[in-house]
């Protein structure tokens, strides 16, 4: 998985994290690189909520559909325009259904709404309202870099990877929001994973949204904006 943004600003928060957005770029700037990735973990078997998201039709994050019309993922993965979905498919380049974007809503935190401009139907991802605690396993899915190359952007993951994280508390995002911060398990989240999902117990606790790519990784918090999710969306 890639993440295109970096934003130095998170040392405040004592992580020195990097914001996950493919061509994309830190949360307020855009410097057109990929960063984080699923490093390790494994490839994923069943994601049928999983969505990638191109920009101007080049691989960036990634996201989950939670309604028929309706796309989350992180904000800092939007600014690029042009829109676009890979749905329900565990290849990037095949399979699922493609849609584009026709409207996007941003919070003010790292969470983004996108409408979609046809009714996709299919498995939504399902969202928490109560997030897990400290030392709980949960899992991490993205499409980023796999490794630290010379260009992220052509070492991604043709196919959805997951590893399992280790929740250790609660943190900030790239926009100031809430978020879980989690520690390395068996993988860790970069590059093109912003935007993608952390999942406990099937359901959908987080949108990824900063990494420092070798042990700790930041989750925008689902659980916390539940209300703005339902009125944008109605999920």
């Not at 960036?60 to 309604?67: D, K, L, P």
């Not at 026709?102 to 299919?122: A, C, E, F, I, P």
Request: hydrophobic share 35%; proline share 3%; glycine share 14%.
């Amino acid at each position: 998985m890639r993440i295109t943004r970096l934003i130095p600003a998170l040392a405040a928060a004592l992580l020195s994290m990097v914001a996950f957005v493919p061509s994309a770029s830190a949360a307020p700037a855009a410097d057109g690189g990929v960063t984080p990735y699923i490093i390790g973990g494994g490839y994923a078997s069943n994601a049928p909520w999983a969505a990638r998201l191109f920009s101007n039709g080049r691989q960036t994050c990634s996201a989950t559909i939670i309604a028929p019309t309706w796309i989350l993922t992180a904000r800092h993965c939007v600014s690029g325009g042009g829109l676009s979905f890979r749905i329900g498919s565990l290849d990037q380049t095949s399979g699922g259904t493609m849609a584009n974007g026709v409207q996007t809503v941003n919070h003010s935190s790292d969470l983004s709404l996108v409408k979609l401009d046809r009714s996709v139907s299919g498995t939504y991802a399902r969202l928490a309202t109560t997030s897990p605690g400290a030392g709980t396993s949960v899992q991490v899915y993205g499409w980023g870099a796999t490794s630290r190359c010379g260009s992220e952007i052509n070492c991604q993951s043709q196919l959805l990877k997951v590893a399992n994280v280790t929740v250790s508390g609660s943190c900030t995002d790239a926009y100031g929001g809430s978020a879980i911060c989690a520690r390395r398990g068996n993988g860790i989240t970069a590059g093109g994973d912003s935007g993608g999902p952390m999942m406990s117990g099937g359901l959908q606790i987080g949108v990824a949204s900063t990494s420092d790519r070798q042990t700790t990784t930041a989750y925008t918090n689902v659980t916390r904006y539940r209300s703005w999710i339902q009125s944008v969306a109605g999920v």
